[in-house]
């Protein structure tokens, strides 16, 4: 996984780059702020992998969904942007709202033992790794991420590479799918939530961002019917909620902040 997710990625993030930016940006790779995206790139990369084959995936998207209030912190320490009550109060909402969704969706998973404890810990690396990505690029607007991106998928890749034991051939079917994801749904997505951190607080970007877990289920239900619950169905109204009420009232601050 670590390997096709890394390879896919990391060439179509090169591409990506080369049609965006191209070799001007070039110049830029020797700063502090590359090579910091660039080692943020790797290790969501490679933690999220270990993570998910290690820990219950319940488990490793609690401590990924700690990623507003890292987002928060680090724009205080780092781009001192004071931290505001409503970012943090609708962090801890929407953290509540997934444990609902996500406990609902996998009781027996959640089980404290070793590697649930050890998933945790990776999913908090991830988040903070997102979070430390976003507030970069926030800071150095500058620096050509995309390429940090391209070269950390790739090292990651690289990782895996000399980890494994064989390369595995999927059913066709299968690696058209993990195509698809490596080469498609991840550089884009991760993309667009990248260019926006150059526009909107790195803490907001990150709230948006964890739509995708109440999002995932209903993808599911409509391709292959698997329906989800009565708790991820609450759970997920409840982030949603808070998420479009934060939006709206950050969206009115600073209405009257320009006023």
Not at 79 to 85: I, Q
Not at 93 to 117: P, R, Y
Request: net charge neutral; glycine share 8%.
């Amino acid at each position: 996984m670590l390997i096709w997710r890394g390879s896919l990625s990391g060439v179509a993030y090169l591409i990506i780059w080369a049609m965006l930016d191209g070799w001007k940006s070039l110049s830029k790779i020797t700063t502090l702020s590359f090579s910091i995206l660039l080692c943020c790139q790797l290790l969501n990369v490679l933690f999220f992998s270990l993570a998910i084959a290690l820990a219950p995936v319940v488990i490793v998207l609690l401590g990924v969904a700690t990623v507003p209030v890292f987002a928060a912190l680090l724009s205080r320490f780092i781009l001192n942007e004071p931290l505001s009550k409503l970012t943090l109060v609708t962090a801890f909402v929407v953290l509540a709202g997934l444990s609902i969704s996500l406990l609902g969706h996998d009781v027996d998973g959640a089980t404290i033992n070793e590697t649930s404890v050890i998933g945790l810990l990776l999913g908090l690396g991830v988040a903070f790794a997102l979070a430390m990505n976003f507030t970069m690029i926030r800071k150095d607007q500058d620096a050509p991420f995309v390429l940090a991106m391209a070269l950390g998928a790739m090292c990651a890749a690289c990782v895996g590479y000399v980890c494994a034991n064989n390369l595995q051939w999927l059913p066709p079917i299968n690696m058209l799918s993990i195509g698809l994801t490596g080469i498609c749904i991840l550089p884009l997505s991760f993309i667009a939530l990248s260019y926006a951190a150059r526009n909107v607080k790195s803490s907001t970007v990150s709230l948006i961002m964890l739509s995708e877990t109440v999002l995932g289920p209903l993808w599911v239900w409509w391709g292959v019917g698997e329906s989800p619950n009565r708790m991820m169905v609450i759970g997920g109204t409840v982030v949603l909620a808070a998420i479009a009420t934060y939006i709206v009232l950050e969206r009115r601050n600073g209405a009257l902040e320009s006023a």
